[in-house]
């Protein structure tokens, strides 16, 4: 929140320098990111009243005009067309400096002698108004520093405000806390009010048909008001907090709003049809263009202002183009209201209108300083305008709040918690500072009572914070807590996930950390079937986007985003995982079920591009081997079998499930061609995704070690013809089922099909390796167990061996 010192100073007695009270206030909470010197960009502007104006004799747009400086009179060329007899006006003088760099130097316009230049607001770099010279306020010294006396240099905070202080969300909020910080009287603006003529409940009324959404809502009527532009006071302290001058109607509502934080509406009352307010709730579908002239369609719950036939604002958010106060206005129905913070949340969120209003009625107002505000905008408004506050207000409040119930505070337990050494009275002054009200109870008690404005405040805890801040937590001693000495007890979970992580990153593979959400479209880009239990997508009641509207069932589409956003950037070569969470929907009234998982993907060049690199590619054996490697260190055997039916996102044939003891953990392939188009994804990617809680069930963290062999190992090598399709993972199975003792280890060394090889048909070239752990073997001890292994696999996979085929 932007906070100008001069709109502070209202309000309170500032002695300090800028940079001494935004410290401070930091260690108060209220954090000042910035501090900014806003001097004027012009030098050598003063204030002229212009003696005579006529019509230059060559040009019919200009006028020739002669002002008095104090010191005398100049010449001037304008060809402004508001410029008069006897106004004030700024006049940059021969050698001023205006912004964008000009110098104003002496010169003849159309024949005639021109010693300076009348300025427009825009042209001073201190409003926007170009229409014409900038009219000053008559009260002037002529020839006086236009910036001296316009007061236009001012330091402007930017202050962070937390969630839970919206009564910081105001200029005197933030002076209320200044003051207490300085010991210092803070000065509440009037509220009184000069009203005259008809009484405004003859005039209009309001009539709250869901007080659950607005509790309270105030209201009252100005009578002969004039639109014209603010006064430059108004204009200067808008400005400076970031706003935008429009009208003395408008700017008043915006006024007050920063002043005291309260936001307010003003309504042309022409345009109230009946006359009257009607506040409700939206129907589904109900159709309404705000001031922003966007049309938006309605749902149903969303709190909208009406006359008595349409609706006229969006409570709350923004109002309607069909009731804005325009250049004719004659009347103005004032709104100062207190809607449910939780509703405006909601429908601000779900209309995608963050307001500077809606800002701070989502986080909580004041409901007792509603009036305060309405009568403050009213008299204002008047005041700005030259209209007249028409007798009373209209005050409906059928639900009214409860007062703040008592707060016990106990000065024993605020020293045993601070670490601190304060008396009673001083924890009631700092309390009291802070305007609330504090009363002895007994000794050593205190009943405190909040105002209605510190909506964060209902238990003792939060009046100790507010003494800690108050007394300064640079003054609370520092002192360690006592920790009991007792061994760190570790989450078995994550000390697996942990250990994953460790193992994935010394294959080389980088960890991803993703939102659980993701696109409605995620299920269909990934071809999933009608029935895949992953289609049972939990929908966000709010998402923060449309691509962000659902809990994942998977992780292979957050995958592939952000596979593609690498890619995109240039980064094509790519290893990635991501340990997360996936959820599925299980019925309506049910929580979800919630699965932790492990997903990978691999894209790009199996190696770094080098000279010795040979442009290898990654391959479906790639991302099995470091799945395989990954299995090895958590000392569990994964088996790979055909997907059947194989999965649409997947390749047929480059696809494969995991199991392990019979039960499936996951899946690994190749990511089928359509997906990959339909995310605008070029090249091959693979990818695997693992249940981990199934697998962190499997893992064996006990390690067994065994001695290394002392004596060597024999090979023998076949070659055996087997059909296309046959995997070489049957003969491996056969081979080991009857547990030879022996029979150490069988591998697949080489695969071959071409030219001595019969059609339909591949050469599976494996090496079987014998040891004993107790002596040496001779040939002939391995000739008879090799004989009988390569038997059952000739007998039981219908293999034969390459060469004696005939």
């Not at 012009?42 to 104090?70: M, N, Q, W, Y």
């Not at 006897?86 to 021969?94: E, I, R």
């Not at 000065?187 to 007080?211: K, R």
């Amino acid at each position: 929140m932007l906070v100008s010192l001069k709109w502070l100073k209202d309000y309170v007695d500032i002695e300090r320098p800028s940079a001494e009270l935004a410290e401070p206030l930091t260690l108060t909470g209220l954090e000042v990111e910035s501090c900014r010197e806003i001097r004027p960009e012009f030098t050598g502007v003063v204030a002229a009243r212009v003696i005579s104006v006529r019509p230059h004799p060559d040009a019919d747009k200009l006028s020739l005009c002669e002002v008095d400086i104090g010191t005398g009179s100049l010449p001037i060329v304008c060809g402004a067309p508001n410029i008069a007899v006897g106004q004030f006006v700024p006049l940059a003088k021969v050698g001023a400096t205006i912004p964008g760099g000009f110098k104003i130097k002496s010169t003849r316009i159309r024949g005639q002698k021109s010693e300076g230049m009348l300025c427009s607001e825009e042209e001073l770099g201190i409003g926007s108004d170009s229409t014409g010279i900038m009219i000053l306020p008559d009260d002037l010294s002529i020839g006086a520093d236009l910036a001296e006396v316009l007061d236009l240099s001012d330091v402007v905070f930017d202050i962070s405000i937390t969630p839970n202080r919206p009564d910081c969300l105001s200029i005197i909020g933030i002076a209320r806390e200044v003051a207490a910080l300085t010991g210092k009287k803070l000065h509440y603006p009037s509220t009184a009010v000069m009203e005259s003529g008809e009484d405004i409940h003859g005039m209009t009324s309001v009539e709250i048909l869901d007080p659950d959404l607005c509790p309270r809502y105030t209201a009252r009527m100005i009578r002969n008001v004039k639109i014209r532009p603010s006064p430059h006071w108004v204009r200067r302290r808008l400005e400076a907090v970031g706003l935008r001058a429009i009208n003395n109607v408008v700017d008043v509502t915006n006024f007050v709003m920063m002043e005291m934080g309260q936001p307010l509406h003003a309504f042309d009352f022409r345009f109230l049809e009946q006359g009257r307010i009607v506040v409700r709730r939206s129907r589904e579908g109900e159709s309404f263009i705000s001031l922003d002239e966007k049309e938006r369609d309605l749902r149903g719950d969303i709190l909208m202002i009406c006359d008595g036939v349409k609706p006229v604002a969006i409570g709350g958010i923004m109002g309607g183009l069909n009731s804005e106060v325009k250049d004719n206005t004659d009347t103005i129905f004032l709104e100062s209201a207190y809607f449910d913070s939780a509703s405006i949340r909601r429908s601000s969120r779900w209309l995608g209108m963050g307001t500077d209003a809606a800002f701070r009625f989502e986080r909580g107002i004041d409901r007792e300083g509603v009036v305060r505000a309405l009568h403050r905008a009213a008299q204002l408004i008047a005041d700005l305008s030259g209209g007249s506050v028409c007798r009373g207000y209209i005050d409906e409040y059928p639900q009214k709040i409860s007062v703040p119930e008592k707060i016990q505070l106990r000065v024993a337990r605020t020293n045993r918690m601070l670490g601190t050494n304060m008396t009673g009275d001083e924890m009631a002054g700092i309390l009291e500072s802070l305007e609330m009200f504090v009363s002895n109870n007994d000794q050593g008690t205190y009943r405190v009572v909040p105002p209605t404005f510190r909506i964060d405040v209902t238990r003792e805890i939060d009046l100790i914070e507010e003494i800690a801040r108050l007394y300064g937590y640079d003054r609370i001693p520092t002192t360690m807590p006592e920790i009991p000495s007792a061994p760190a007890m570790h989450d078995r979970r994550i000390l697996f996930e942990n250990f994953v992580r460790e193992l994935l990153a010394g294959r080389g593979f980088s960890e991803a950390i993703q939102y659980s959400f993701v696109s409605s479209r995620a299920v269909d880009v990934l071809g999933l079937a009608a029935e895949d239990p992953r289609r049972r997508l939990i929908k966000i009641r709010n998402p923060l986007s449309e691509d962000q509207a659902v809990m994942r069932t998977t992780m292979l589409y957050s995958l592939l985003e952000t596979a593609r956003r690498n890619i995109r950037t240039g980064e094509s070569d790519l290893k990635i995982f991501e340990i997360g969470r996936l959820y599925y929907e299980k019925g309506k009234g049910s929580l979800p079920e919630e699965k932790r998982a492990l997903g990978i993907i691999m894209t790009g060049l199996r190696y770094d591009d080098d000279w010795h690199g040979q442009n290898l590619k990654v391959d479906f054996f790639d991302l099995k081997g470091a799945i395989e490697t990954l299995m090895a260190g958590l000392r569990v055997q994964p088996e790979f079998v055909r997907a059947v039916p194989v999965p649409a996102f997947l390749h047929p044939g480059r696809a494969s499930l995991m199991n392990i003891n019979g039960q499936a953990i996951g899946f690994i392939g190749e990511i089928h061609k359509n997906v990959l188009e339909k995310m605008d994804i070029k090249g091959h990617v693979y990818a695997a995704e693992i249940d981990l809680d199934l697998l962190a069930g499997l893992y064996m963290e006990q390690v067994a070690y065994q001695e290394i062999p002392r004596f060597p190992a024999i090979s023998r090598d076949v070659a055996f013809l087997v059909p296309q399709k046959m995997e070489g993972r049957a003969l491996i199975s056969i081979s080991l089922e009857n547990k030879e003792e022996l029979l150490e280890k069988v591998h697949i060394f080489d695969v071959y099909e071409g030219k001595g090889i019969p059609v339909g048909m591949k050469s599976l070239g494996m090496r079987f390796s014998y040891r004993s752990s107790k002596r040496t073997l001779t040939d002939e001890e391995v000739e008879k167990i090799h004989e009988r292994v390569i038997r059952k696999i000739l007998s039981e996979s219908g293999a034969k061996i390459r060469g004696a085929e005939g």
